[in-house]
């Protein structure tokens, strides 16, 4: 009889990103080196993931973090945190040590829901922010044999039939959620909004015709593809490539875009240095062929702003979100439910 040995899973994490950089080893000759802090990172640095594993974010998060990874020599462990719309992981790593070895995620959210009381910090002030990344696709979508054949049609049933179209997003107050209600408001149209722990739960009731739309990011895309769902409309400012059949909301007469780009940072104080070599090795990753292949399967529009720029963009997005807040009477929305 053989003997096993077996490998405990600390090991077994360093050994899958030893065999990850082993596959992406080419990465040294391409991408120029990046600036080092002394004795960093002399240990595998944590990811917080503020989703649950699969979704779109997930993916693109564990595809930089392998690049990263290689880069700094050492593994980065993705840990996912999910809950509370991004809110657990995010408030998490606000709370974290600012070493370098706990980073993350920051979802753009936050700076909605610092402001509707739905977590306790300032993103302007309570992070060190590495790099913004890419976008999402996000997305109307019914099923194939819906009697919504068009957007127009939606809109048309749904002034006659105030209240009745139902859609399903991943959390009250989330981009989703308040994307279809930028929309509603827009169109001078009422829905009923159906609020999911997340995407996945979402799509399985459209799916399964408990639910007459799906608002959400690209989750719907292998659906629309194998003519089992049909969309009705994205909301970036152009056409997807894949997906160019779809006209935007802005290109039906709707000024609303939503992108909700993904950023990674770290805990406020952090060390210059460190900083520094994680914003060379992000900015490396995303420019990364490994990044973009992964970017493009998933509908991800590379989105690139160094930490200093990221900070900036947070600031004039914590600003729009003041003003989206009073407009829709989001407070009272979630008082709602």
């Known amino acids: 009889m053989h003997s096993i040995t077996r490998i405990n899973p600390q090991r077994r994490r360093l050994l899958t990103g030893a065999v990850a950089a082993a596959s992406t080893g080419v990465l040294a000759s391409v991408i120029p080196g990046i600036t080092r802090a002394a004795d960093y990172p002399q240990r595998p640095i944590t990811f917080i993931c503020p989703w649950p594993v699969g979704g779109t974010a997930d993916q693109s998060m564990r595809a930089l973090c392998q690049v990263a990874g290689t880069?700094?020599?050492?593994?980065?462990?993705?840990?996912n945190r999910a809950g509370a719309?991004?809110?657990?992981?995010?408030?998490?790593?606000?709370?974290?040590t600012p070493d370098g070895y706990t980073i993350g995620q920051i979802p753009i959210s936050v700076t909605r829901f610092s402001q509707l009381g739905m977590v306790q910090l300032n993103p302007r002030t309570d992070f060190t922010f590495l790099?913004?990344?890419?976008?999402?696709?996000?997305g109307i979508a019914v099923l194939?044999?819906?009697?919504?054949t068009s957007l127009q049609d939606m809109v048309a049933?749904?002034?006659?039939?105030?209240?009745?179209?139902?859609?399903?997003?991943?959390?009250i107050g989330g981009a989703t959620h308040v994307g279809m209600e930028e929309f509603a408001m827009a169109a001078g149209i009422q829905f009923n909004a159906i609020a999911y722990k997340g995407g996945s739960a979402a799509l399985q009731d459209v799916m399964g015709g408990q639910v007459?739309?799906?608002?959400?990011?690209?989750?719907?895309?292998?659906?629309?593809?194998?003519?089992?769902?049909?969309?009705?409309?994205?909301?970036?400012?152009?056409?997807?490539?894949?997906?160019?059949?779809?006209?935007?909301?802005?290109?039906?007469?709707?000024?609303?875009?939503?992108?909700?780009?993904?950023?990674?940072?770290?805990?406020?104080?952090?060390?210059?240095?460190?900083?520094?070599?994680?914003?060379?090795?992000?900015?490396?990753?995303?420019e990364s062929p490994q990044f973009k292949q992964v970017a493009e399967r998933i509908d991800a529009p590379i989105m690139y702003l160094d930490g200093p720029d990221y900070k900036t963009y947070v600031s004039t997005v914590y600003d729009q979100e003041t003003h989206l807040i009073e407009r829709l009477k989001l407070k009272a929305l979630l008082q709602q439910g």
């Not at 880069?71 to 840990?79: C, N, R, T, Y």
């Not at 719309?85 to 974290?96: E, F, N």
Request: avoid cysteine.
């Open 131 to 138: 790099a913004r990344t890419s976008g999402q696709t996000f």
């Open 85 to 96: 719309s991004g809110m657990i992981g995010t408030k998490t790593l606000a709370q974290a």
């Open 212 to 286: 007459d739309m799906l608002a959400d990011s690209s989750s719907w895309a292998p659906h629309v593809e194998a003519k089992k769902m049909r969309l009705l409309a994205t909301w970036g400012a152009q056409r997807p490539p894949r997906f160019a059949d779809a006209p935007t909301l802005k290109e039906l007469g709707y000024p609303v875009v939503v992108e909700a780009p993904n950023g990674i940072g770290a805990p406020k104080g952090l060390d210059p240095a460190i900083e520094k070599t994680l914003r060379d090795a992000f900015r490396a990753a995303v």
């Open 157 to 171: 049933y749904a002034r006659a039939n105030p209240g009745k179209v139902t859609y399903a997003h991943a959390g």
């Open 71 to 79: 880069l700094l020599k050492q593994a980065i462990v993705v840990e």
């Open 144 to 148: 194939e044999q819906s009697r919504f």
